[in-house]
T-cell receptor
Framework: GENVEQHPSTLSVQEGDSAVIKCTYS??????FPWYKQELGKRPQLIID?????GEKKDQRIAVTLNKTAKHFSLHITETQPEDSAVYFC???????????FGKGTMLLVSP | NAGVTQTPKFQVLKTGQSMTLQCAQD?????MYWYRQDPGMGLRLIYY???????DKGEVPNGYNVSRLNKREFSLRLESAAPSQTSVYFC???????????????FGDGTRLSIL
């Protein structure tokens, strides 16, 4: 089955800095890669997703890049703010009715 | 429009007790999912229902059963609870149109379950 590795497990940045979280996947058939943000005690919420026919996608301060050859994808957050502090999860789907395999998460802490 | 609603929000059980976690969605999605979330483990798929009338095992199905009651509702049952099933359980739904289709999943607020 699919295996998703996520790094780093924790990331501390100063407000205004950029943050990058990286994920690798094992199944070359995977074609959908969402990112979720989970604040403490809350539900995971989709922040951005990318499909395998696209190399990069941006939404304001958030961007995701995908390298199918290397089987890795990354989340980039620019101009970080304290409210960006949360746990971020990457996931991959190999096409089976959107079943997702999640990474173990990255705790992002943005200090004022 | 409530999205995905889970009940109860919190529950404490004794080892060996049974209970059913309820999930309902009002987005007319055809696919529904149950995950468990443990510290440092991410979210792991327990069972999913691609469409009304079908259910399939995920990564960690042992000790659980599910029922897709209708298009809106998907329940998760623990027949004989064990301390290893202490976790936060999330239900999710998505609009999936086929075997190779991928659509975002929308999560409920979770059920925090402790088994003593």
């Amino acid at each position: 089955g699919e295996n998703v590795e996520q790094h780093p497990s924790t990331l501390s940045v100063q407000e205004g800095d950029s943050a990058v979280i990286k994920c690798t996947y094992s199944d070359s058939a995977s074609n959908y890669f969402p990112w979720y943000k989970q604040e403490l005690g809350k539900r995971p919420q989709l922040i951005i997703d990318i499909r395998s026919n696209v190399g990069e996608k941006k939404d304001q301060r958030i961007a995701v890049t995908l390298n199918k050859t290397a089987k890795h994808f990354s989340l980039h957050i620019t101009e970080t703010q304290p409210e960006d502090s949360a746990v971020y999860f990457c996931a991959a789907s190999n096409g089976g009715y959107s079943t997702l395999t999640f990474g173990k998460g990255t705790m992002l802490l943005v200090s004022p | 429009n409530a999205g995905v609603t889970q009940t109860p929000k919190f529950q404490v059980l004794k080892t060996g007790q049974s209970m059913t976690l309820q999930c309902a969605q009002d987005m007319n999605h055809n696919s529904m999912y149950w995950y468990r979330q443990d510290p440092g483990m991410g979210l792991r798929l327990i069972y999913y229902s691609a469409s009304e009338g079908t259910t399939d095992k995920g990564e960690v199905p042992n000790g659980y059963n599910v029922s897709r009651l209708n298009k809106r509702e998907f329940s998760l049952r623990l027949e004989s609870a064990a301390p290893s099933q202490t976790s936060v359980y999330f239900c999710a739904s998505s609009e999936v149109r086929g075997l190779t289709d991928n659509q975002p999943q929308h999560f409920g607020d979770g059920t925090r379950l402790s088994i003593l």
